[in-house]
C-alpha cells in the first residue's frame, strides 16, 4: 500500500493557527501624555542638575570630576550618574580604566537651556560663585553652540550683515530688536549667499538657503544660532583662537584677536564686544 502523508494539511493548520492567533493579538498600548513626573523626578537633586550643568557644554567628563563639580563622595556620584544613564539624559563610555559620561544628545542641552529660562537662580554666597555667574553670562557653551551676551551679540550680528534672513511667518521677536524672547518665540532663518560668503572667510563651508535653527538665551532672553550652523561657528571661533574654553565648566572668554575678528568679520563693535565677552 502506498504511504501518504499529512504533511501539506498540517502546514495548512499551523499557518491557519499562527493567522488567528495573530488575529486575536491584543494590540499594542496606546500612549498618553509625555509623562513630564519622570523626568521631574529626575531633575529634583540639586547635585544631579549641578552634574547635568557641568556636562552642559558638550564635553565628556569623568566621574571624579563631576563628583567634584557636584559637591558628593565619589560612592554619591556613582548613584545620581546612574540615575541620570537610566533616564536617557547621560551617556557613559569607556576609555581604558575610566569611565566618561556626556549628555545624550543636543536635546538634553536644549532641555537644561529650557529649565534654565523658568528656574529662578541660585543665590550667589561667593566671590568664587559670583565670577562664575558673570563669566557664564558673558559667554559660555551650550552644548555644541556660543550662548552668553556673547552669543546673542554676534546672532545678531550675523543678522544684520544679511548672513540670516528671516523666515516669512516666523512669529516671536528677533534678536536686536530691543524685545525679551519667550519660550515659544522659536524663530526661523535662511542661511543666505551672503552668509555662505562670510563663513568661507573664516574656513567653513556651509550651504546657502538651508535652514538656521535658533534657540532662547537662558540668561540674555535672547536668541542665539544652535544647530548646525551654531556647531560650526563655535568650532572655527575655537580652532581660529577668536575665543577659549574655560578648562573646567561651560565659560568661554573671548580672546584680543577673537575681538578684532570679529569686528572685521562682520562688523560687531569692539565697546559691545568687551561688554559681551570679555
Known amino acids: 500500500m502506498p504511504a501518504t502523508t499529512a504533511a501539506p494539511a498540517a502546514t495548512a493548520t499551523t499557518a491557519t493557527t499562527t493567522a488567528a492567533a495573530a488575529a486575536t493579538a491584543a494590540p499594542a498600548p496606546l500612549e498618553g501624555d509625555a509623562d513630564l513626573a519622570a523626568i521631574g523626578s529626575v531633575l529634583a537633586d540639586r547635585a544631579r542638575c549641578r552634574i547635568l550643568l557641568a556636562l552642559a557644554d558638550g564635553r565628556a567628563l569623568p566621574a571624579s570630576m563631576l563628583a567634584d563639580e557636584a559637591g558628593v563622595a565619589a560612592s554619591t556620584a556613582s548613584s545620581h550618574l546612574g540615575r541620570l544613564v537610566d533616564a536617557g539624559l547621560v551617556t557613559v563610555a569607556a576609555r581604558g580604566r ?148 574655560a578648562a573646567r565648566g561651560r565659560a568661554i572668554t573671548l580672546t584680543e584677536g577673537g575681538a578684532a575678528g570679529l569686528s572685521g568679520w562682520i562688523g560687531l563693535d569692539p565697546g559691545e564686544l568687551q561688554d559681551a565677552g570679555r
Open 98 to 245: 575610566y569611565r566618561y559620561y556626556s549628555l545624550a544628545g543636543p536635546q538634553v542641552g536644549e532641555l537644561i537651556e529650557t529649565v534654565g529660562r523658568l528656574a529662578p537662580s541660585e543665590p550667589v554666597r561667593s566671590l568664587r560663585q559670583g565670577t562664575r555667574a558673570h563669566a557664564l553670562r558673558r559667554a559660555r557653551s551650550c552644548y555644541d553652540h556660543l550662548a552668553g551676551r556673547l552669543g546673542v551679540a554676534v546672532t545678531g550680528g550675523l543678522i544684520i550683515c544679511g548672513a540670516l534672513s528671516e523666515r516669512p511667518g516666523t512669529p516671536g521677536p528677533m534678536v536686536g530688536h530691543g524685545s525679551r524672547a519667550g519660550a515659544a518665540d522659536q524663530p526661523g532663518f535662511t542661511f543666505t549667499e551672503r552668509g555662505s560668503d562670510l563663513f568661507d572667510q573664516i574656513g567653513a563651508t556651509l550651504e546657502a538657503g538651508s535652514w538656521v535653527r535658533c534657540c532662547v538665551d537662558w540668561t540674555e532672553q535672547r536668541h542665539h544660532m544652535a544647530g548646525l550652523h551654531g556647531r560650526t561657528l563655535l568650532d572655527r571661533l575655537v580652532t581660529l583662537n577668536w575665543v577659549k574654553r
